[in-house]
């Protein structure tokens, strides 16, 4: 099985500031990865995905970008941090075998103050 | 876009008896339909999934049906414990592009009281 890894656990960030979230992905090789976010009482909400290296495909207009630099890594960055950027950032991959379900990593709790 | 509508009470449940959770949605129809777990602060952990032409999957306690002429999802927890109360969300796949992203509802909390 795989095993999807983020860090950090927690962000609190001041607003303008730029931002990195990292995923790592084990056990699997060229998944899919996604990018959500959950914000309070909201469901989750695709941000990005991604079929392959270099590949990025943004779902909803926003302050955030993507990249994925190698078949088992997805970044998740911003240039100038916004108050309404503060949530639950989640990052998924699919793959090994069953390419339907999606294996979740532990999170980052990201806030902007 | 696809709109997934899962009930925003909380189900109180009693520990023994059978939880049941719905998922309506709108708009075209999924090849396939998945049930999440989701504890507080942790990622969503992935439950059961059945397809356009099935209409019952279960795994252990779990049981799901997918009615497409609703457009309805039920899953039901029978035997209910203390250690299933969490978030329950149902996902539906976005498009039949082979990407496999996943819309997903707000989820729905149970709570089994013991």
């Known amino acids: 099985s795989q095993t999807i890894h983020q860090w950090p656990a927690t962000l609190v960030q001041p607003v303008g500031s730029p931002l990195s979230l990292e995923c790592t992905v084990e056990?699997?090789?060229?998944?899919?990865l996604y990018w959500y976010r959950q914000a309070a009482g909201r469901g989750l909400q695709l941000l990005f995905y991604?079929?392959?290296?270099?590949?990025i495909s943004s779902e909803v207009p926003q302050n955030l970008s993507a990249s994925r630099p190698q078949d088992r890594q997805f970044i998740l960055s911003s240039k100038k941090l916004l108050l309404s950027d503060s949530g639950f950032y989640l990052c998924?991959?699919?793959?090994?075998?069953?390419?339907?379900?999606?294996?979740f990593g532990p999170g980052t709790r990201l806030t902007v103050l | 876009s696809q709109k997934i509508e899962q009930n925003s009470e909380a189900l109180n449940i009693q520990e023994g008896k059978t939880a049941t959770l719905t998922c309506n949605y709108t708009?075209?129809?999924?090849?396939?339909l998945q049930w999440y777990r989701q504890d507080p602060g942790r990622g969503p952990v992935f439950l059961l999934l059945?397809?356009?032409?099935?209409k019952e999957k279960r795994k252990e306690r779990l049981k799901v049906t997918f009615d497409t002429t609703l457009k309805q999802s039920l899953f039901h927890i029978t035997a209910s414990q203390p250690a299933d109360s969490a978030t329950y969300l149902c996902a539906l796949d976005m498009g039949r592009d082979g990407n496999n992203r996943l819309a997903f509802g707000k989820g729905n909390q149970v709570v089994v009281i013991p």
């Open positions: 991604s079929v392959g290296i270099g590949q």
């Open positions: 056990g699997t090789s060229n998944p899919n």
């Open positions: 059945i397809r356009e032409n099935e």
């Open positions: 708009n075209y129809s999924p090849a396939y």
């Open positions: 998924a991959s699919t793959g090994g075998g069953s390419t339907d379900t999606q294996y």
